[in-house]
């Protein structure tokens, strides 16, 4: 666990060399060929502590792979198209839809960019600001790269060359109820204004099959605001928002670069954004065309 | 209206411009008068130490300083009373840096003793003329918060008393010295802004904490941490207090890291406590007055508070010299 940098120093020698055995154990799990990818990463940033600025350490990316891999690879069959879109070095933000209730798109997304992409990078995910609540998963998301949201933060990330994952339907495009799959809804004008800003390359994608993970037939939003979460979903056939083992299909389009001011009026950035908007819809339909099965 | 009559002669007198033997001996007698307030804390006496070989210091506390150089001169007086506000006019101080609230005991800040301070001691600054203000507030006034990786700037809203109501008078210090900073151009006002302060002399919470056996700390939580050293916020003092210098800035040391690897650095055993039973421990062991922590506090074991150190480095030409691991080992 020290390693993990969970904050307890083992008190005695036998924890100590369990947990390191633990450690070992979960690494001994890790692909070579992932490792090495991991090992590649960026280390330049890294500080006497062995922490990037923002407080990421590759290592401990190395203790969560084996169970991300096993998500990809064996659960959800991941199945990627155009990672060769993906930039090998410098800036760029990764704009698509989000979809599933529970958040394993940008956990897929971010374990496909770090194996298949042509040079590793580490995907800088903009979380919810309420998770920074919750003990342990705020101390893994910072330690592994993933930030709360926020566009000081991001435009800092993107000035540090780093790859940004935004989904700019926000809390309404995973809450999506069955009914409404794969219908993109509104796109906010943050992200092109970060990118004109940064002048950051913008790179679409779309996730097919996420949406079937765990169909949402209702969403009771009393108790929602009363439990102060973003939505209620009642799933259903499982009852529990747990994925079903949908195969997930992520398309990744050609990087759009875009020329304008960061302040530029809202109807001249909205038809930037719709553009993104188009690209990422149209992403969508001709992946669920090409998609034989759900579950195969 | 001093100001003018003493500006020419004061080019001449700059510490640092005295190289040879015989202008340092030709400085020393018109040496640049300071004055020192919350001099007995632990940061006013490492401040009055370094300073002494330079300028003429004058201390003001409340509290005995019996360890202080043989040439500072120490009055034992709180800066309310109106025997230190007569000591002041007499003395005429050229400089003046105020030790804010978050380097001494924001404890001893009873019924607003802090914000009638600091009034006073920026009126006694007007009427003296004195041509530089150096006040020492703290990176904390920002508040830890969720987004903290964003590294906030000078301009960034200080909502630290949010969840820390006992800093909204450090708050109030602040912003009376920043409209103080616009209402008064002549005199050079210059807000320092540094992260935690360590540091063998420092008595604040976090050198006190990183002294512990065994801290405790919130469970499932790591908050990224900066720190500098007490020896660096002294080389930003003495920038600050060069003509010129005039602003805000945040001192920061030179990188940050997560609590838990600064206090494996440190050698000590981390005590993982769930945050509701650290909240509830803490108010018991206050209410039986073993301790002096306030509940709010708990909220820097939780969220990070990061600021950006570069308008510092830009315009004063600060850069630490101590690494974090130095500065959270020196304790």
């Known amino acids: ?296 | 209206m001093t100001t003018t009559s003493t500006k020419p002669a004061r080019a001449k007198t700059q510490p640092a411009a005295a190289s040879s033997g015989e202008r340092r001996s030709a400085a020393r007698l018109a040496r640049p008068r300071v004055l020192v307030t919350g001099a007995a804390s632990g940061l006013g006496r490492v401040l009055c130490r370094r300073l002494h070989r330079d300028y003429d210091v004058i201390s003001l506390d409340a509290r005995a300083f019996p360890d202080r150089p043989k040439d500072v001169e120490h009055h034992e007086v709180d800066l309310r009373r109106k025997a230190a506000q007569t000591i002041v006019k007499k003395r005429r101080p050229e400089l003046v840096v105020h030790i804010g609230p978050m380097h001494d005991d924001l404890v001893r800040n009873v019924g607003g003793a802090l914000l009638e301070t600091t009034a006073t001691l920026l009126r006694l600054v007007e009427e003296v003329g004195a041509r530089k203000l150096v006040v020492l507030s703290s990176a904390s006034l920002y508040g830890p918060s969720p987004t903290s990786a964003a590294f906030l700037s000078e301009d960034a809203p200080l909502l630290g008393g949010q969840r820390h109501r006992r800093m909204a008078d450090a708050i109030g210090v602040d912003m009376m010295v920043q409209s103080f900073f616009w209402r008064h151009p002549d005199t050079e006002t210059v807000i320092l802004r540094p992260v935690h302060v360590t540091g063998p002399h420092q008595q604040n919470l976090v050198s006190q904490y990183l002294r512990m056996e065994r801290p405790p700390v919130m469970l499932g939580f790591d908050p990224m941490l900066q720190v500098v050293h007490e020896d660096d916020l002294l080389d930003a003092i003495i920038l600050a207090l060069q003509p010129g210098a005039r602003g805000v800035f945040n001192i920061t040391g030179p990188t940050q890291a997560p609590l838990s690897r600064i206090l494996d650095a440190r050698g000590a055993h981390a005590l993982p406590i769930p945050g509701i039973l650290l909240g509830a421990g803490l108010a018991r062991l206050r209410a039986l007055r073993l301790t002096r922590t306030s509940v709010d506090e708990l909220v820097h074991l939780k969220y990070a508070c990061l600021v950006d150190g570069a308008r510092a480095d830009r315009e004063l030409g600060y850069v630490p010299r101590r690494s974090l691991k130095d500065a959270v080992t020196d304790v």
């Open chain 1, 1 to 296: 666990m020290a390693a993990l940098g969970l904050g307890q120093q083992p008190a005695s020698p036998w924890s100590m060399s369990v947990l390191s055995r633990v450690t070992d154990v979960i690494e001994g799990l890790l692909d070579p060929k992932l490792r090495a990818r991991i090992d590649a990463l960026p280390r330049n940033n890294l500080n006497e502590f062995g922490v990037d600025p923002f407080g990421c350490d590759p290592e401990i990316i190395k203790l969560i792979a084996p169970f991300m891999s096993f998500l990809k690879d064996r659960y959800f069959r991941v199945e990627t198209h155009g990672a060769e879109n993906i930039p090998s070095d410098g800036r760029f933000l990764l704009i698509g839809n989000h979809s599933g209730q529970l958040p394993f798109d940008a956990f897929m997304i971010g374990t496909t960019v770090l194996t298949e992409a042509p040079k590793p990078r580490l995907v800088r995910s903009m979380v919810e600001r309420w998770s920074a609540d919750l003990p342990f998963i705020s101390e893994l998301f910072v330690r592994s790269g993933q930030i709360v949201g926020d566009p000081r933060v991001c435009t800092r990330l993107l000035e540090a060359e780093e790859a940004v994952l935004v989904f700019p339907e926000g809390a309404k495009g995973i809450n999506k109820l069955f009914s409404q799959r794969y219908q993109l809804s509104n796109f906010g004008h943050g992200f092109m204004r970060l990118a004109l800003q940064a002048k950051a390359p913008i790179v679409p994608f779309a996730v097919i099959g996420a949406e079937e993970q765990a169909p949402a037939i209702a969403d009771i939003r009393p108790l929602a605001r009363l439990l102060g979460l973003p939505a209620a979903p009642i799933i259903f056939p499982q009852m529990l928002p747990l994925p079903l083992p949908t195969r997930y299909r992520i398309w990744f389009g050609e990087p759009m670069e875009f020329k304008g001011h960061a302040d530029d009026d809202d109807d001249v950035v909205a038809a930037q954004v719709k553009k993104v908007k188009n690209t990422v819809q149209r992403m969508v339909d001709h992946g669920l065309k090409r998609r034989p099965s759900v579950f195969f």
